[in-house]
């Protein structure tokens, strides 16, 4: 089945600390990755992307992701966040059929304390 | 900066009423997609729209749900009679044709009493 895995559903860390959001796919979706984040009572914002080429992508806000395929996994990271990146994170993936949809993971909930 | 738009941010019905949600994608984008989420869970596809007709619609989508794209800006999806177990966060989202971004609106909260 296609699916998108986010292993922890919730993430709470202090300001200035790395963090590490996880996410795993399965192989039967396609390797277009993505990782959306959704502040309170807002939509969902694209943060960054894996198309192709480098498997280690930014975001302009600091947070970065890499693709590795024998792990099928593309795990964000931050190495210090702050107060202000507090929101859930979905990691989603296009599924294996050619019309666009997205498939989604539970999401993670980044919870930044003082 | 072009953006997704969706109105009305929140609707509140009553259980066996017909609901619709609009969405105004971003002018150029060719391809149109609602998802929904339900609180506390994930985001789940519903339905993408191509050319005028349906493309992949997800086993959610039964046929009390209906889109249609009626002038050259709006696209709205329907639920016919809604159900308490439809409430949820409707996302419309868009992509042009050369892109891999959707980009998604607000949402619209529907509220089924």
């Known amino acids: 089945a296609q699916s998108v895995t986010q292993l922890d559903s919730q993430v709470p860390v202090f300001e200035e600390a790395p963090v590490e959001l996880r996410c795993n796919y399965s192989?039967?979706?396609?390797?277009?990755l993505f990782w959306y984040v959704q502040y309170p009572n807002q939509g969902l914002q694209l943060l960054l992307k894996?198309?192709?080429?480098?498997?280690l992508v930014e975001s302009i806000n600091g947070f970065e992701a890499e693709f590795n395929k024998s792990q099928t996994s593309f795990h964000l990271r931050k190495p210090s966040v702050h107060i202000s990146d507090t929101a859930e994170y979905f990691c989603?993936?296009?599924?294996?059929?050619?019309?666009?949809?997205?498939?989604f993971g539970q999401g993670t909930t980044l919870q930044v304390k003082p | 900066e072009p953006e997704v738009t969706q109105t009305p941010s929140h609707q509140v019905t009553q259980m066996g009423q017909e609901v619709i949600l609009r969405c105004v994608p971003i002018?150029?984008?060719?391809?149109f997609y609602w998802y929904r989420q339900i609180l506390g869970q994930k985001v789940e596809f519903l339905v993408s729209?191509?050319?005028?007709?349906?493309?992949?619609k997800s086993e959610i989508f039964d046929d009390q749900f209906s889109v249609e794209r009626p002038d050259g800006s709006n696209f709205t999806l329907k639920i016919r009679s809604t159900k308490l177990e439809d409430s949820a966060m409707y996302f419309c989202?868009?992509?042009?044709?050369?892109?891999?971004?959707?980009?998604f609106g607000p949402g619209t909260r529907l509220t089924v009493l």
């Open positions: 192989s039967s979706v396609s390797v277009y």
């Open positions: 894996y198309l192709s080429g480098s498997t």
């Open positions: 989202a868009s992509r042009d044709s050369g892109g891999n971004e959707q980009f």
């Open positions: 729209f191509y050319n005028n007709e349906i493309s992949e």
């Open positions: 989603a993936a296009y599924g294996s059929s050619n019309t666009g949809k997205l498939i």
């Open positions: 002018s150029n984008h060719l391809y």
